[in-house]
Every structure is written in structure tokens, then in C-alpha cells.
């Protein structure tokens, strides 16, 4: 229903709208409150909010709240902070419902931040009412097959938008060869592509960071850690 957006549910019952800071990417260490939506397109196997989508390990109803935009919105302004992440899940499957909230609230001054895995256009979104797009494309280690991860047109849309970052999950060194092909083949900025690690936990994140570091400085891309990670471990709602 336009208007209403599934939101996902804490074990308390409440929302997942939180205040925190972002964690990833290039706006890493601005305070932010996170909208997490419920429902995703795709099926990471490393994937850290299962919950979102996964229902053959979780109750939809359990985890999944309706809420409308206005409702949303107040949760937002209760934290008095002007900076919103919409996250996942995979946002854009609620596109059309989102523009109600999205609109309010850049005519409240707020900057916004749109998380997605770059497979649904956003054809209702108009990218006015977007300050940043983090664009996270899957790679063959998401488990996900490549016609359901790689979309030519989205790549196409976001590589054209300053206001775009691509973010790759790095397990291995045979990812960095996917990354390259990726970027000769739709014509990324490179000075817009981040490597992040893939990882859930800090030692394995120092581990990786510490690889993926010099990768970064040898070819050129952007590094990214994961900042809540390293600062409250795997945990929700921060």
C-alpha cells in the first residue's frame, strides 16, 4: 500500500530505526538514523540481516512490521538528527512507498543516504531526492547467480550519478579479478569504488583490512572498513 512501508522488527517489537553512525563507505563516521525495511531480491550467504528476508529460517510476521510513512517519520525527527540511511533488505522494492517519507523529509533539511545492491532501478525515486546512493553490487561469492546480481542497466544508471559510490564484498583474491572486469566493463570511476572486507567479526576484520589495504593502494580503489563492527561487534540496532 503506497504510503505504508515494511519496516523490520526488533526482538522488542519496536522498529529498527535507530541513531548511530554510518559504519561503511565514503560517509563513514557521520552520525546517522538508520531506516532498515524489510524484503530483499537476492540471497546473500554471507549475509548479516537474514532476517530481512529469509524466510525459511524466519516468521515473516515476527519480523516484519507495517508501518505508515508518517509514523516513520516521527520515529526519525524523535532523534533530531538530519542525516538518514535507508537500509535492508533492499529498499527499492519499496520505491514507490519510500517518496511520501523521502519527500517530507528533504523538505525538513535532511540529507539522505539510499543503501542498495544495485539490481532494481529506481524508476519511482527520482535521484533529486537522493544525496547518496552507496550502491553495494553482489559478487560470485554472495552465492547469488550472476543474472540475478549484475544488472547492465542499473550499472549503467549509477555510473552516471556523482552521487554514487560502488561498494564490493572482498572474501579472496579471485574477487579483485570480478572488481577489475566489473569496472573495464561498465566504465566505473575508479576513484569511486570501495573494497570492503567481508567480515562479522573484529579479528577477522583486522585480518582482512589489513590485505585489502595494499590492495587498494596498488590499484587504485577506495578502502572501506566496517566502523560498527570494529566498535560493537555484530549486533543490531547500532
Not at 535507530?18 to 563513514?28: D, P, R
Not at 524523535?78 to 535507508?86: D, I, M, Q, S, T
Not at 573494497?195 to 577477522?204: D, E, F, K
Amino acid at each position: 500500500m503506497e504510503g505504508f512501508l515494511e519496516v523490520s522488527r526488533k526482538p522488542d517489537g519496536r522498529p529498527e530505526i535507530f541513531h548511530s553512525i554510518q559504519g561503511e563507505g565514503i560517509n563513514t563516521g557521520r552520525p546517522a538514523v538508520f531506516l532498515r525495511l524489510a524484503r530483499c531480491n537476492l540471497a546473500c550467504v554471507w549475509c548479516d540481516t537474514k532476517y530481512t528476508w529469509d524466510w525459511e529460517r524466519y516468521d515473516p510476521g515476527d519480523q516484519i512490521l507495517e508501518m505508515a510513512s508518517v509514523e516513520v517519520e516521527r520515529e526519525v525527527l524523535g532523534f533530531g538528527c538530519k542525516y538518514l540511511v535507508v537500509t535492508g533488505g533492499e529498499p527499492m522494492l519499496q520505491q514507490r512507498r519510500l517518496i511520501l517519507l523521502l519527500k517530507r523529509l528533504k523538505n525538513g533539511g535532511f540529507y539522505i543516504e539510499m543503501e542498495t545492491n544495485g539490481t532494481v532501478l529506481p524508476d519511482k525515486v527520482s535521484p533529486g531526492l537522493v544525496d547518496h546512493w552507496s550502491v553495494s553490487p553482489k559478487l560470485e561469492n554472495s552465492g547469488n547467480p550472476r543474472v540475478l546480481r549484475e544488472a547492465p542497466a542499473c550499472y549503467n544508471l549509477f555510473g552516471q550519478l556523482p552521487s554514487c559510490q560502488f561498494k564490493y564484498v572482498i572474501q579472496n583474491e579471485d574477487d579483485l579479478e570480478e572488481v577489475d572486469g566489473i569496472v573495464r566493463k561498465y566504465h566505473l570511476p575508479v576513484e569511486r569504488v570501495l573494497l570492503m572486507p567481508q567480515a562479522r567479526t573484529r579479528q577477522v576484520l583486522l585480518d582482512k583490512s589489513r590485505w585489502l589495504a595494499e590492495i587498494c593502494k596498488a590499484r587504485g580503489y577506495l578502502f572501506s572498513t566496517r566502523l560498527h563492527i570494529l566498535l560493537w561487534g555484530d549486533k543490531r540496532g547500532v
